[in-house]
C-alpha cells in the first residue's frame, strides 16, 4: 500500500502562483522498472485529466496547455512531489489529485497514461478567482 498526502491547496486571485506537494508513504520502492508520480484535476462537473506525471527516473511529462506555466519536480529524500502552479488561470480551478503506480515491463509515465496510477490522495482543492 502506498499512501498520498496532498497539501498547498488554497485560493489565489487570476495571474497568482500556488504551489502544491504531495508526500507518498508506505511500500514506494519503484521496483525492477521503476515508478511514476503525478498530478492530476478534476475542474467542477468535468472528467479527472492529467496535469504532470513523473518518471522515479526524473523524466516528466506536463499538459500541454499547462506546460508553459506548470513545473513539477520531486524532492526524493523526503519522497514529495510538488507542482509549482505560475499564472494561474480561472479554467486551472479544480480538485488536484496526487497519484503513485508502479510500472511493468512495458509501462510509461508519459502522456497518454494507461493505468499507470493504482494509488490516490484525497485532493487538495485549488480555486483561482478572476
Known amino acids: 500500500e502506498v499512501q498520498l498526502v496532498e497539501s498547498g491547496g488554497g485560493t489565489v486571485q487570476a495571474g497568482g502562483s500556488l504551489r502544491i506537494s504531495c508526500h507518498a508513504s508506505?511500500?514506494?520502492?519503484?521496483?525492477?522498472?521503476?515508478?511514476?508520480m503525478g498530478w492530476f484535476r478534476q475542474p467542477p462537473g468535468k472528467e479527472r485529466e492529467a496535469v504532470a506525471s513523473?518518471?522515479?527516473?526524473?523524466?516528466?511529462d506536463i499538459l500541454e496547455s499547462v506546460e508553459s506555466r506548470f513545473t513539477i519536480y520531486k524532492d526524493s529524500a523526503k519522497n514529495t512531489l510538488t507542482l509549482q502552479m505560475n499564472s494561474l488561470k480561472s479554467e486551472d480551478t479544480a480538485l488536484y489529485y496526487c497519484?503513485?503506480?508502479?510500472?511493468?515491463?512495458?509501462?510509461?509515465?508519459?502522456?497518454?497514461?494507461?493505468?499507470?496510477?493504482?494509488?490516490w490522495g484525497q485532493g487538495t482543492q485549488v480555486t483561482v478567482s478572476s
Open positions: 497519484a503513485w503506480g508502479r510500472l511493468g515491463v512495458l509501462g510509461t509515465c508519459r502522456f497518454p497514461l494507461e493505468d499507470v496510477y493504482n494509488f
Open positions: 513523473r518518471h522515479s527516473e526524473g523524466d516528466s
Open positions: 508506505g511500500d514506494t520502492d519503484s521496483g525492477r522498472y521503476g515508478s511514476c
